[in-house]
């Protein structure tokens, strides 16, 4: 199985994303369709690694890494 590591960063900025549909939207269902569609991703990220555009794609570096949008 391949390997996925979410930052805490990440983690953080999902939270805030939540938070900020939740209250400041006025829109609490709506936050959580938001989130679970983001994690929705990252698992058929890790799943199919191949689907995500390569990191090489944005930055200069040589890697197998790959990234969503």
């Known amino acids: 199985m391949n390997k996925l ?10 939270v805030e994303i939540k938070q900020y549909i939740a209250e400041d939207l006025d829109s609490p269902s ?3 369709q938001t989130v679970k569609g983001i994690l ?3 698992t058929r990220l890790k799943e199919q690694s191949g689907i995500g555009a390569p990191l090489s ?13």
Not at 5 to 12: C, F, G
Request: glycine share 4%; proline share 3%.
């Open 40 to 42: 929705k991703g990252i």
């Open 5 to 14: 590591h979410i930052s805490d960063d990440a983690r953080q900025d999902l």
């Open 30 to 32: 709506a936050a959580a």
């Open 57 to 69: 794609s944005i930055v200069p570096v040589e890697s197998e890494y790959r990234f969503l949008v």
